[in-house]
Every structure is written in structure tokens, then in C-alpha cells.
């Protein structure tokens, strides 16, 4: 599937309007129709896989992206200060939540976490704004495999004395992450399993 170019029609855009029931199957869609692709394939983790989530397909579409960030701000403690992720596959999350989050009225700013300190100006590892000492962030994370990008933006914001109990993600593949995160003593959730993305592609005639 591929997206299209003509202007929606008003009955067509549904990101903005359905309820989180709803929306959740439509985003769903996305991922089974946009992202997820079957055939030989090298991670970012370095494993093979015969299947990958090209996750940008979705979080960079343009009612993905609203349904994301609708979809992942009721997820948040309600204490949350900011959301953060590493980037760059963590940058379309954190956004769309910190837009969402104004028009829910509870302004959530976004964090975003550099694989290595820029070499100028600051040279800082975080970008966004400054928080106040042990403000409580929650890392977001696109796909989740060995679960080691996300695991790095919990150590660098805690390195600058944020606290993180809680990693969101828009997709587990079930390769260990959780696991991870169990054993790091962070809470970990995700929107989607890849078996529920695997089942939708095929019962949509992919």
C-alpha cells in the first residue's frame, strides 16, 4: 500500500476524531498494510530476520502520527514530566505525544537523546528542554527487538538525574527486550506484538 497524494476527503480523516478503540485498529492497519515487510533482512541489532517493521512508514505518516500520539499519551503516568527517546527512530514519538498532549492539557514536553554528544555548542547528549533534578521521564521506542536503544536513553537520562521506571513502545517482536527491561527494573508496555501485526497483514491479502 502506498500513500496517497490526492487531497482526503473530510470523511477520510480519521486520526483526529474516532475513539482510542478505533483508532488502535485503523493504526493497526497502517503497520500491517505499510510497514511490515516479509523477505531476508539485517537489523539494526545485527540478528537476521525473514520479516521487518519499517516503522517510518508509519510514524512519519501523517495520521500515524496523530494516532500515535493519541494512543501512547493515556499510556502515560499521569506524573510523567517529558517523554524521550533515542534517536532517530524515537523522534516522530516523542513529537506527536508532546502535541497531543497540549490539546489534552497536560503539555508534556519532548526529549530527544543523541547517539553520541555533538561535537559543538554544547555538545550535550539530550536536546529539549531542561527539567528540573529527579523529573520523571518515560522512553518511548519504535520497535523493540534485544531492547538495547532503549535501555541507552534510560542510562543517559538518568545520567543527568532524570528518573525512567517505564519504556512505551509501538512494537514488541518478542526477542528478548522485555526480558530486558524486567531485569533492569523498568515497567515496559507495547501498543502492538508483531504476531498481532503478522495476523492482520496476512487476513488483509497481503
Same mark, same amino acid.
Given at each position: 500500500?502506498?500513500?496517497?497524494?490526492?487531497?482526503?476527503?473530510?470523511?477520510?480523516?480519521?486520526?483526529?476524531?474516532?475513539?482510542?478503540?478505533?483508532?488502535?485498529?485503523?493504526?493497526?492497519?497502517?503497520?500491517?498494510?505499510?510497514?511490515?515487510?516479509?523477505?531476508?533482512?539485517?537489523?539494526?541489532?545485527?540478528?537476521?530476520?525473514?520479516?521487518?517493521?519499517?516503522?517510518?512508514?508509519?510514524?512519519?505518516?501523517?495520521?500515524?502520527?496523530?494516532?500515535?500520539?493519541?494512543?501512547?499519551?493515556?499510556?502515560?503516568?499521569?506524573?510523567?514530566?517529558?517523554?524521550?527517546?533515542?534517536?532517530?527512530?524515537?523522534?516522530?514519538?516523542?513529537?506527536?505525544?508532546?502535541?497531543?498532549?497540549?490539546?489534552?492539557?497536560?503539555?508534556?514536553?519532548?526529549?530527544?537523546?543523541?547517539?553520541?554528544?555533538?561535537?559543538?555548542?554544547?555538545?550535550?547528549?539530550?536536546?529539549?528542554?531542561?527539567?528540573?533534578?529527579? %523529573?520523571? @521521564?518515560?522512553?518511548?521506542?519504535?520497535?523493540?527487538?534485544?531492547? $538495547? /536503544? !532503549?535501555?541507552?536513553?534510560? *542510562?543517559? +537520562?538518568?545520567?543527568?538525574?532524570?528518573?525512567?521506571?517505564?519504556?512505551? %513502545?509501538? @512494537?514488541?517482536?518478542?526477542?528478548?527486550?522485555?526480558?530486558?527491561? $524486567? /531485569? !533492569?527494573?523498568?515497567?515496559? *508496555?507495547? +501498543?502492538?506484538?508483531?504476531?498481532?501485526?503478522?495476523?492482520?497483514?496476512?487476513?488483509?491479502?497481503?
Amino acid at each position: 500500500m502506498t500513500y496517497p497524494t490526492e487531497t482526503p476527503t473530510q470523511s477520510d480523516v480519521w486520526a483526529a476524531t474516532v475513539d482510542l478503540t478505533t483508532l488502535r485498529h485503523k493504526l493497526l492497519d497502517l503497520f500491517s498494510q505499510l510497514a511490515y515487510q516479509e523477505g531476508d533482512f539485517v537489523l539494526a541489532s545485527g540478528l537476521r530476520s525473514s520479516y521487518y517493521v519499517n516503522k517510518m512508514q508509519v510514524t512519519l505518516h501523517p495520521q500515524g502520527a496523530l494516532a500515535i500520539g493519541r494512543l501512547l499519551l493515556p499510556l502515560l503516568p499521569i506524573d510523567t514530566q517529558a517523554v524521550a527517546g533515542l534517536t532517530m527512530g524515537a523522534d516522530p514519538l516523542v513529537t506527536a505525544v508532546s502535541i497531543v498532549s497540549v490539546y489534552e492539557k497536560r503539555t508534556i514536553p519532548a526529549l530527544i537523546i543523541r547517539k553520541e554528544a555533538k561535537g559543538y555548542g554544547t555538545k550535550a547528549y539530550i536536546e529539549g528542554p531542561s527539567l528540573p533534578e529527579g %523529573a520523571k @521521564v518515560v522512553v518511548l521506542e519504535d520497535v523493540v527487538t534485544t531492547g $538495547q /536503544s !532503549a535501555l541507552k536513553a534510560v *542510562e543517559r +537520562l538518568k545520567a543527568v538525574g532524570y528518573t525512567v521506571n517505564q519504556i512505551i %513502545a509501538l @512494537v514488541d517482536r518478542k526477542q528478548g527486550g522485555a526480558e530486558l527491561y $524486567q /531485569s !533492569a527494573g523498568l515497567n515496559f *508496555e507495547s +501498543l502492538f506484538s508483531i504476531e498481532e501485526i503478522q495476523q492482520r497483514y496476512r487476513e488483509l491479502g497481503n
